[in-house]
């Protein structure tokens, strides 16, 4: 089961409650929908019922804030701990009938597009609520490149982001998406990631961008909120 570390944060005024949620897989499962409150409501039910019936699980629903044209889209994301916790989890949509009695309840307001397995090559945890910047990278040199965001995960600290968390993800089984490694950089608010947009005209972070240059290629990037 994902690892817990309770936390209170203030945002907007407003003290919420947050965990850090640490996992060594990531489902990720993209839809469409019309209903994201809605969507939101149904994975809240189907974490309890998995609760309820034992099942190692729990998942979150994230939407894109700034993120090109995925517009419409949600993703909800499942966290495990070992094969066998995400072998459970999905085992349990088919073989748990409440389990399945709750998925099916959602199909009426969304549409799956998109289904991939991720596992962690560097974690460092991600808060649940919260908002992520995702980067998406390929590099010539992996391991150069571990070492490297390790660094930066210092350099954000060192600068005002302390409670930055950084994690390197690589595609287990992802299709098309399968090339490039997810850089997740998971801050407790919209606030926090406000701060975190300040540091992009920053010069320390220029700098780090400016190391790696010569060993990654940019894909992709977005910010993304839970709901």
Known sequence: ??????LTTAAFGILLSSSVLAAQFLTVLTVETNDVPGYAEFVGDLNEVWKAENVPASGAVYVPVQAGE??????????ADTGA????????TTENKAVADVIANAEAIRTRVGNSLWTALL??????PGVV????????DTAAYLESIGRLGELLSANGLEDAKVSVYSAVAAGAEAGPLQVIISLPSQERMAAMMDAMNSDWLREFLGSV????TLVSNGIFATV
Not at 133 to 140: A, G, I, L, P
């Open 213 to 216: 240059a010569p060993i990654r």
């Open 133 to 140: 910047y995702v980067t998406n990278v390929t590099t010539t």
């Open 85 to 92: 916790e995400w072998m459970a989890m999905g085992n349990s």
């Open 1 to 6: 089961m994902k690892r817990l570390i309770s």
């Open 123 to 128: 974690d460092g945890g991600v808060y649940e």
């Open 70 to 79: 995925q517009v419409g889209v949600a993703y909800f994301v499942a966290w």
